[in-house]
């Protein structure tokens, strides 16, 4: 996916990014009414704007965004130099750092930036690529999840995984020194137990799967 692309494509539509023009004065262009362009300042009005627009091609976009399990994977990308420059940041105040004695402190890190992006709701089904998230300070929870799995991943854990639950909310879980956390994106809360106890955390809303850039696993599998 590029979502950059489809970005400069509505960047680039008309009423979007106009071109400057020289209003003609009252008499000039035959007598027509002549339709300012939009104030810089009427930021309401703009935002109503792109989202008509939006939603003209929200069809569009949802088929050009869509993902299908198998592409899951590729979503998390732990050496992508934008995770790598989040790593650099977590790791900073260790000297050095080391997986078995600093992770979890390293995980606390990487959920205090994560807090620092704040959560909306797309108007469509959209994937930001983490320049994105990182320049907008803001992405759903979805994208939270896979930048956050990713960076645990850069972290050195192998297990981070990002685990989606039948309500379709993700978390991330990952299993350190034979314990389990469970984090909740939306809220940075995070559980510690068994496997058993954390996922029993989400009581009715089931897992439904969880993957990283190495696996994929359906926990629907085995059910009657």
């Given at each position: 996916m590029n979502s950059s692309s489809y970005l400069s494509y509505f960047i680039t539509l008309p009423f979007v990014k106009p071109k400057k023009k020289e209003i003609p004065k009252e008499g000039e262009g035959g007598g027509r009414n002549v339709?300012?362009?939009?104030?810089?300042?009427?930021?309401?009005?703009r935002a109503e704007v792109y989202r008509t627009?939006?939603?003209?091609?929200?069809?569009?976009?949802?088929?050009?965004?869509?993902?299908?399990?198998?592409?899951?994977?590729?979503?998390?990308?732990?050496d992508h130099p934008a995770i790598s420059s989040l790593r650099e940041r977590?790791?900073?105040?260790?000297?050095?750092?080391?997986y078995n004695k600093d992770f979890l402190s390293a995980v606390e890190k990487a959920v205090g930036l994560l807090n620092e992006i704040k959560p909306i709701q797309l108007p469509v089904n959209f994937w930001l690529s983490f320049d994105e998230i990182l320049s907008l300070k803001a992405a759903d929870d979805m994208d939270k999840a896979i930048l956050l799995c990713s960076l645990l991943r850069a972290l050195e854990s192998d297990n981070s995984t990002v685990l989606v639950t039948e309500s379709k909310q993700p978390y991330v879980l990952f299993e350190f020194n034979g314990r389990f956390h469970l984090i909740n994106v939306l809220s940075g809360s995070a559980t510690e137990?068994?496997?058993?106890?954390?996922?029993?955390?989400?009581?009715?809303?089931?897992?439904?799967?969880?993957?990283?850039d190495k696996n994929y696993e359906d926990y629907r599998e085995g059910e009657a």
């Open positions: 339709v300012s362009p939009l104030e810089e300042g009427d930021e309401r009005l627009i939006i939603s003209r091609y929200q069809d569009l976009i949802e088929e050009r965004e869509s993902r299908s399990i198998a592409e899951l994977n590729s979503l998390i990308k732990p977590v790791i900073g105040e260790f000297h050095p750092y080391l137990g068994t496997r058993e106890e954390v996922l029993g955390t989400l009581g009715e809303d089931k897992p439904l799967y969880a993957f990283n």
